[in-house]
């Protein structure tokens, strides 16, 4: 956006105007000597009203002999969920408008995108779309093969860089878009090469061994050496199916009521003073200055947790600093607690509170990690327990099948701050934000809107200056208060003036949490 380069001229835009890397960014040089005339506009869409008024430009004198055009990135990534549909739309509208607005004698070359890398970073990639970081590549090739047809059809050039700077990507800059001067050096040659044959003009220098090579490299003759790859000929695309990753399974990770007691651990050893196995208990959970997490909610019926004030001791285990430590095979191996060899049933125990009674006439035995015995649907889950991300995947499907959450007509366009540029890609994005709400009401209550616009804050970029602090859409969070209390879930609260969840929201929430929970953790099944 600088006011001058190499003696051209800023005309427009740049540094004239608002510097900015959103979609309505506009920048006009040109370079004008007695015999050449060279203007540059910076466009963010293949064809649209600006476009259309550089062609008005364009249809007047002096007429142009060259255009040299590109435009893929901006159009696929900036435009919305529709916006690869609305290129192909827009590539055809373009092309007719060169037929109708053109001289025949004006050459059009449309390059071909170049290879980004699948890693982008800087300016480029706004925060709204960088889940494309790991595709758009791959959206390149599509659209660079669709531009080949809509060009070839019109009866205008092509010119494949994608092709030709495939084995430069080491020329790539550290943004993965960009490229370095000796890159762009060999894009200059590449468009004056082309040109020089569209004219018939003789290419200067080494043009007839460089012809030889081209051509080889064309028919498939020519070896080309990558690092410890030889491929023969033009490259050949990767396929890529649509097969889906196979994901690891979640941890089983039960709790028992006395906080790991059957989890595994190295500090521990038997009667016979061996190593620890699948059925020792965790010394390191600490249950005895511990509160039980998995007994947050709910009453164990079998240990009966009020009564022991979730205070823990087992009869057949004894600490270090007493007389039945036992022997120790290795020094360096602390074992915390042995076994007492003097109880007949030395593989039970009982559960104790602080005085030394027995909450329960019950004994318990070692079992594996895996089979205990204790019941988990005893056992409350709320929404603390399960997961975030995955509890309001499943709150927003539970509202959105419920079907009685009014949608505004604005949901498909609005942007979610100021700070954004883009409208949401989720068709559903409005019950994704009703369930994150929900969830947070859940936890800490009551909240107004000004606090949810807080929560879901970002930071505006203001181009080449500083970002800074911005607040959410007060509006959407409003209308999402609305849109759940109308539905029981949420309502007023009377002496702050914030919203808080209703009884009804509250179970609702709790039940979701549960059905969550076990999906993540199923139930050992029973042998």
């Known amino acids: 956006g600088e006011m001058s380069f190499e003696r051209d001229e800023l005309i427009e835009g740049g540094r004239k105007g608002k510097m900015s890397n959103g979609v309505n960014y506009r920048e006009i040089r040109q370079y004008h000597r007695e015999n050449h005339l060279i203007r540059f506009y910076f466009v963010t869409r293949c064809y ?43 590539m055809v509208r373009l092309f007719d408008r060169f037929k109708e607005t053109l001289s025949p004698d004006c050459l059009v070359i449309w390059n071909a995108t170049l290879p980004i890398s699948k ?17 758009l590549r791959l959206d390149i090739l599509e659209a660079n093969f669709f531009a080949h047809q809509v060009v070839i059809s019109h009866g205008y050039d092509l010119l494949d860089l994608h092709y030709y700077m495939r084995n430069q990507l080491h020329r790539r800059a550290a943004d993965g878009v960009h490229w370095d001067q000796t890159a762009h050096r ?34 498939g003759k020519l070896q080309h050496t990558f690092g410890q790859e030889q491929r023969r000929g033009a490259v050949e695309l990767p396929m890529f199916d649509n097969a889906g990753v196979g994901l690891r399974e979640p ?28 059925t020792a208990p965790n010394p390191d959970s600490q249950y005895r200055h511990k509160r039980s997490y998995s007994s947050r909610r709910g009453v164990e019926e079998e240990t009966n947790y009020n009564k ?32 007492d060899p003097r109880l007949p049933e030395g593989d039970r125990f009982h559960v104790l509170d602080s005085n030394a009674n027995v ?30 991300h995955e509890f309001t995947k499943s709150l927003a499907a539970f509202l959105k099948k419920q079907g009685k959450m009014k949608i505004p007509d604005w949901a498909p366009i609005v942007k979610l701050a ?27 209550s009551p909240v107004g809107v000004g606090a949810f616009t807080n929560l879901y804050s970002g930071r505006k970029r203001n181009g080449t200056a500083p970002s800074h602090f911005c607040r959410g859409n007060s509006s959407v969070a409003r209308k999402v208060l609305q849109s759940l209390e109308g539905m029981k879930l949420v309502e007023k609260d009377t002496a702050t003036g914030g919203r808080k969840l209703t009884p009804q929201g509250r179970k609702d929430l709790d039940r979701i949490a549960a059905q969550v929970n076990e999906k993540l953790n199923p139930r050992p099944k029973k042998e």
């Not at 004056?192 to 003789?202: D, G, T």
């Not at 285990?317 to 076994?339: A, C, I, L, R, W």
Request: proline share 4%; with cysteine; charged share 25%.
């Open 308 to 339: 022991c004030k979730r205070f823990f001791r087992e009869e057949n285990f004894y600490p270090m600093d007493t007389e039945k430590t036992g022997n120790q095979e290795n020094n360096n191996v602390t074992s915390q607690f042995h076994h």
């Open 359 to 388: 909450c329960s006439t019950s004994t318990y035995a070692w079992k594996p990690y895996t089979s205990f015995s204790i019941s988990l649907a005893k056992m409350g889950i709320s929404v603390k327990d399960v997961n975030a």
């Open 186 to 219: 060999r894009m200059t040659n590449l468009l004056l090469s082309h040109i020089s044959e569209a004219w018939r003009q003789k290419l200067p220098g080494r043009s007839e061994s460089m012809k030889k090579l081209i051509i080889q490299e064309e028919s």
């Open 418 to 444: 100021k700070y954004n540029e883009l409208a949401p890609y989720d068709d559903d994005w409005y019950y994704t934000r009703a369930a994150s709400i929900c969830r947070h009401l859940y936890i800490r």
């Open 48 to 90: 649209n009203t600006y476009v259309e008024s550089i062609l008005s430009d364009l249809s007047r004198d002096p007429k142009p002999d060259i255009i040299l055009m590109n435009s893929c990135l901006w159009d696929i990534s900036r435009y919305g969920k529709n916006g690869v549909e609305e290129y192909k739309t827009n």
């Open 251 to 278: 941890v089983q990770n039960y709790r028992s009521p006395v906080s790991n007691l059957y989890a595994n651990s190295r500090y521990f050893r038997d009667a016979n003073n061996n190593p620890s196995s699948a």
């Open 119 to 135: 890693n982008i970073r800087g300016g480029f990639l706004i925060p709204e779309v960088e889940f494309m970081n790991s595709t």
